[in-house]
């Protein structure tokens, strides 16, 4: 059969298994068995599909995985995201918009010991939006600010995402993790700048504000189709479950912390975070050892913090986390293992080494052609979570990228931060359902707050896309 038939029912297949809410690993490891069948025999779909788990799960490198994800289950139990949010709003009260940039800084803040966007989301959106919206923000700002803020988990290390895009694409990870740093950065400082000159017109003075909740109240279409709405709040849950966030966890730890709380939260996220990157920089331990060091530090910080409720409270705590990570941890594998299937048979098909000589051979510069790859991820992330993107779309694009002669943390780096807008671009944005879920916005009020600063994201790609050395700088002085 020839195998560009059979790469279409491939992934035909694997659509259609999503569509079917078969989970994503299980999807991948199905469709590329088949696709082995096809390509050559069933006794070699069979050995493949009895080799490929050990082979891709025994890389000492994927050990990062579980201790990132560890870490930022002690940091969410730990109650460090409203602590951090209550130290940043209590010093940007008086700043103009400076609720807004606090959210914005907390979440950077958040991300920097989590990794993850969907868990940064909900814990700081389940305190701050209504924060917001008493100090007169009008609410779609307000979720919008959030939910985009929320994006910053999978590019600010730690970051799963970046781990599993280095084992997928076989680039040095402590490079995809410090690259990161500076754009992850420049992407919070123009979102507060963005919400500094919008507070103006979104941020209602004190005299006017029961006229503006009056306007918020009653304002908001409610056009969103029943339909759209039950996937996307579906897949939120899915989201919340594989972050390891439970609602009801949520609900139960929003009591106001005490001032010093605060100062200590800051303190343990720049502990932990100088823990993980000045350790690479210095080179006193690896990027694993690193991240392991940083998961002991969140636990500690989870028992320093909370022994005053109790040993049962802290071991209640310790276990909810360690339980968690542990279900997170084996979603995380089983995308490694399906992805490792399907690339099996891209690989057997030829498929990465013909794309590239297609889309070498074009007769476009070879800026377009990565501009069009960056491009196609933005509907991806309309229909497709995070992970599924990676592992489906970088075995594909990321040798085609390498063979034009790009660097491949670069290019990485700005897939990343176009996952990022995929996590708030209607219909299934991932970041919105999660902040409207757990601040009780409507979703529509949240894709209304949340569609201007996908120009400020755009316009950060932008940037590094213009600015190769926005990202390149620090790996560099890694190497160096």
């Not at 490929?52 to 990132?68: C, N």
């Not at 056009?223 to 709040?233: I, L, R």
């Not at 010093?260 to 350790?279: E, N, S, T």
């Not at 670069?410 to 995929?422: D, N, R, S, T």
Request: with cysteine.
């Amino acid at each position: 059969m020839n195998p560009d038939l059979i790469t279409a029912i491939v992934f035909g297949l694997f659509f259609v298994l999503l569509i079917s809410e078969v989970p994503v690993g299980f999807a991948l490891a199905i469709s590329g068995a088949l696709g082995i069948t096809l390509l050559r025999d069933a006794d070699l779909a069979t050995s493949t599909l009895g080799s490929v788990p050990f082979r891709e799960t025994s890389t000492y490198s994927l050990a990062i995985i579980p201790m990132y994800i560890l870490l930022g289950m002690f940091a969410l139990h730990g109650r460090l995201a409203e602590r951090v949010y209550g130290f940043a709003s209590r010093v940007l009260r008086r700043v103009p918009g400076g609720l807004g940039i606090a959210t914005v800084g907390a979440c950077a803040g958040f991300a920097a010991v989590s990794g993850s966007s969907v868990a940064t989301a909900a814990s700081i959106g389940k305190i701050s939006v209504h924060e917001m919206v008493k100090g007169g923000y009008k609410a779609p700002f307000a979720g919008g600010i959030v939910a985009i803020g929320g994006t910053l988990g999978i590019l600010i290390p730690p970051s799963v995402a970046m781990v599993l895009y280095g084992v997928i694409a076989r680039e040095s990870i402590s490079d995809l993790l410090v690259a990161g740093v500076v754009p992850g950065v420049l992407a919070a400082v123009a979102y507060s700048v963005f919400i500094a000159v919008r507070s103006r017109s979104m941020v209602v003075p004190a005299g006017a504000r029961l006229e503006d909740s009056l306007v918020v109240a009653g304002g908001g279409s409610a056009s969103t189709s029943a339909a759209t709405s039950s996937v996307g709040t579906d897949a939120a849950a899915r989201g919340l479950h594989e972050a390891g966030i439970d609602l009801r966890d949520l609900a139960a730890s929003t009591e106001e912390s005490t001032s010093g709380q605060q100062v200590r939260g800051v303190l343990w996220i720049g502990l932990i975070f100088g823990a993980i990157v000045v350790g690479m920089f210095s080179g006193l331990f690896t990027v694993i050892e690193s991240a392991a060091i940083g998961a002991v530090i969140a636990l500690v910080m989870l028992v320093v913090e909370n022994v005053r409720g109790g040993v049962r409270d802290v071991l209640t705590r310790g276990r909810d986390a360690i339980l968690e990570a542990a279900s997170v941890t084996s979603m995380a594998f089983a995308l490694v293992i399906g992805a490792g299937v399907l690339s099996t048979y891209l690989v057997m098909a030829r498929i990465p080494m013909r794309l590239t000589e297609f889309v070498v051979e074009l007769d476009l510069p070879p800026a377009v052609i990565v501009v069009l790859i960056l491009a196609i991820l933005i509907p991806l992330g309309m229909f497709l979570e995070t992970l599924s993107i990676l592992v489906i779309v970088v075995p594909l694009v990321h040798p085609v990228v390498v063979e034009l002669g790009y660097d491949g943390v670069w290019f990485a780096v700005l897939f990343v931060i176009m996952l990022e807008i995929g996590l708030v671009t209607p219909p299934i944005g991932m970041n919105t359902f999660v902040v409207s879920m757990t601040s009780g916005l409507k979703l529509e009020e949240v894709f209304q707050g949340v569609l201007p600063f996908l120009l400020v994201s755009l316009a950060v790609v932008a940037l590094v896309f213009t600015f190769p050395d926005l990202a390149l700088w620090l790996p560099g002085q890694l190497a160096d």
